[in-house]
Every structure is written in C-alpha cells, then in structure tokens.
C-alpha cells in the first residue's frame, strides 16, 4: 500500500480514507517517514489542535497564517487576504503538506488553503487523510454545514484515492458488518437486533467501565463523583509549561491547552482507573489500567493483562515552521509536560477519537451529532466489551450521517 501510495504522489495529490481502524494514521505515517528520510520538509496539520497534536504538527489556521476567519471574505476583512513574504517563502519550502481529519475541515478552509498555496506557488504534493462518514466540520450557531469535498477546491487538487478496507482494530466478521452498517446509516432488522444485544445491565461497580459522553459536562462530573468515592486522598500533578519563545503569554498557553485537551493539573488516587491516551511501545491510546503508584515524575499502572507499567512524562509542543533563507525549520513556541493518562471513568466521544477502547459503556441518549454514534461504537476491540445505553428514541434515528457525506461516499 505504502509503494502504491508513493507512486500517486509522483503526479497527484492524495486522498487516504476508510472506516475506523482501517489503518489511515499507519499508512500516512509511513509516507511521512519516507519524506522525512529524503530529506523532504513535511508540514503535518489538522484543523483542530487536538488532531494536530497526535500528528505531532500545528492547526490550519496557525500555519497558513488564517488568524481567526472561517472564510475568505473574512479574511479579507481581517487584512490577512495577502500573506506576508514569510509566510509565502515558509509554504513555497514544502514539499508535501499533510491535512488530517480532512472530514472536520470545511469548504471555506479549504478555499482558504488553495488560496494560500496558489500564493506561494507551491509546487508539492498535498495528502489529505480522514472519513467524511465521521465527524463533520465544526459550525458556528445555526450555519450550514459545507464539507471539503463541496468546495471547488476539493476538485482543483484533483484527488486520486486510496481506500482502506477492514479494521485492525477488530476481526469479528459480525461486528465489523454492523460498523459498516451503521457507518454508512443503512441498518437492517438483523443490524438493529445485534444493537439491541449490546444492550445490557450495566455493573454496580462503575468504576470497571468507562462511560462515553456526547458532552464534556457529563464526562468531568462523573469523572469527579467517581473519584470522590475512591479511599484515599486526591493528588494533583501539575502540568509543566515550557515557553521556547518570550512573545508567548498566558492566554496562548491556555489556548493551546484547550486545544490539545491538556488539563492545568491532573487529579488523580492511587487505585483509580485510567485510560492511556498516546501510543507506546508498552501501552496504546485507549489502554485501560489502574494507578498503584504516583510521584511527581513517575506513575505506575498495572494494566488489565497484569502487568505493571512505569509512566513518566510526554512533552506536547506548539511548534511553527519558520523560512530560513531557502529552507524551513520547525521552531517550538510551547511545550507542555504531562503524564499520557486521563481518568478512566468517563471520556466523550470527541477525545476518544483514535482510541482502541475495552469494557466501556455508550450513553446513546447524548449523540447528537452525525455519524457521533459510529464513532463511538467503532472504538471497542470487541462486540463482548462494549455496552450501549438504550436509546429514547429508535436506532434508525441514532444511527444517521449527514446526507452530502452519504452521497459523497457512494459516489467515491
């Protein structure tokens, strides 16, 4: 795949997609390994901070120079319509530029990133990764929403698409038709009864199961009522702020913390249970453990399968690239240091975004959005470790994705 990949670069720009756990983050990382070996500038973004940070890159916004518009005209109105030398010299130094989560991205930011990239004149390629049958663009109030693939744009860039099948999340031939099912909001009476078996008592012990929220509301207060029941005292880690550049001040690092879901302080007890939430080479996103042990720079966890894991510290930077003379380096403006634990008794269906989940529980009642439930239900390893909340309302009407995603996919 990542030969085939390679060889629609030489003439294309690249669309990678597929449905959850196919293997898009796998494949995109391996061409940006490729790059990097040949001594090509990669820029990695997304066009949230969270999605940008498990790339390892920065927002849309922040590296195009798009300040706060959400669209041409404002940007005009913003006096950001001509970029400044800088930031033209810093695309033109691209070779390829990299747009995760493509599905969250809207027609007016890709509008805006042609416009920037016919500006410098960038002659490189641009990999644009993620699935339109996930979560959409993030609208203001009551606006429409547009997806990527509305735009001109979109056409302008003249896709070819690599389409990833299966899942290495899970091998349950079963399970894996309901996903797609319920991915594509085409169920049937045998889809809706094997919902309807997912639905079962939940256990006195909530504390053995996580529960995932549409609301970060929902996901904090029960984080901290079941913490409160926990023996013990609270601990609270502080995370460790780093600024690289002088010019930084508190409002941009509380805003990036906001964007990278990093919390001022972890609170935390010895035996409360946590979920990783980065990859490692003993543990991976969406691993489930429980604390035996914390210090100031070492927590130990002891995970499901027994075995005890020492956790120290991950830095998260805000970087930017900056043109230096012909070349681009990547400058860091922050970086924030904490451990890559979240409590494990409640998260929401956004922050479990690239996460492999075990033994947790959906609350139904609080999707709201499109394609949310499949998200949410595409996490779990198992069809015997995850746990629905009965709906108020039917699984047809749960289980639905915006219409222009739908035709888009079927189209494609």
């Known amino acids: 795949m990542v030969e085939n990949a390679l060889k629609i670069l030489e003439t294309s720009n690249l669309f ?33 901070g969270m999605a940008a940070t498990l790339i390892g890159g920065q927002t849309l916004h922040s590296f195009f120079d798009l300040g706060i518009a959400n669209s041409q005209e404002e940007l ?21 530029i990299v747009i995760d989560e493509i599905s969250m991205v809207g027609a007016p930011l890709l509008d805006m990133i042609r416009l920037r990239l016919l500006q410098a004149e960038f002659s490189g390629r ?39 099948e299966g ?21 049937d009476e045998a889809a809706i009864s094997a919902l309807d078996e997912l639905v079962k008592p939940l256990s006195e012990d909530m504390s053995s199961v996580t529960l995932l929220f549409g609301k970060n509301i929902s996901a904090q207060n029960h984080n901290r009522s079941q913490l409160e029941h926990l023996h013990g005292e609270i601990v609270e880690l502080s995370t460790y702020v780093t600024l690289h550049d002088k010019k ?45 042990s914390i210090e100031e720079e070492v927590i130990w966890v002891k995970k499901a399968d027994g075995v005890s894991v020492k956790v120290e510290r991950v830095d998260t930077t805000k970087t930017r690239w900056v043109e230096k003379g012909s070349t681009a380096s ?40 499109p394609s949310q439930f499949y998200v949410a239900l595409s996490r779990s390893v198992s069809a015997h470790r995850v746990t629905l909340i009965r709906p108020n309302r039917g699984w047809e009407k749960l289980c639905f994705v915006h219409p222009k995603a739908k035709y888009f996919s079927v189209r494609e």
């Open 248 to 292: 930084m001040q508190e409002r941009d690092v509380e805003r990036f913390m906001v964007e990278s879901r990093i919390e001022p302080a972890l609170a935390l007890k010895v035996g409360a249970p946590i979920l990783f939430t980065r990859n490692a080479w003993n543990y991976y996103n969406g691993e489930r453990g429980m604390i035996t």
């Open 76 to 96: 005009e109105r913003n006096g950001k319509l001509e970029p400044s030398k800088k930031i033209i010299k810093l695309i033109r130094s691209m070779q390829i």
């Open 167 to 187: 899942s290495y999340r899970t091998h349950e031939a079963e399970f894996l038709s309901l996903l797609e099912q319920v991915r594509h909001a085409r169920i």
């Open 16 to 48: 990678i997609t597929g449905g959850a756990g196919s293997g898009k983050t796998t494949l995109t990382r391996a061409l940006i390994d490729d790059a990097v070996k040949k001594g090509k500038s990669v820029a990695r973004l997304a066009s949230t």
């Open 330 to 369: 990547e400058e860091k403006l922050i970086t924030l240091s904490q451990f890559p634990i979240t409590l494990a008794f409640a998260i929401t269906i956004h922050k479990s975004q690239g996460m492999s989940l075990a033994d947790y529980v959906i609350e139904t009642n609080e999707i709201f959005a």
């Open 126 to 164: 641009l990999i644009v990764v993620g699935d339109f049958l996930q979560l959409p663009p993030v609208t203001r109030g009551s606006e429409p929403i547009y997806f990527a693939f509305e735009s001109l744009s979109w056409e302008r860039f003249g896709f070819e698409t690599i389409r990833l």
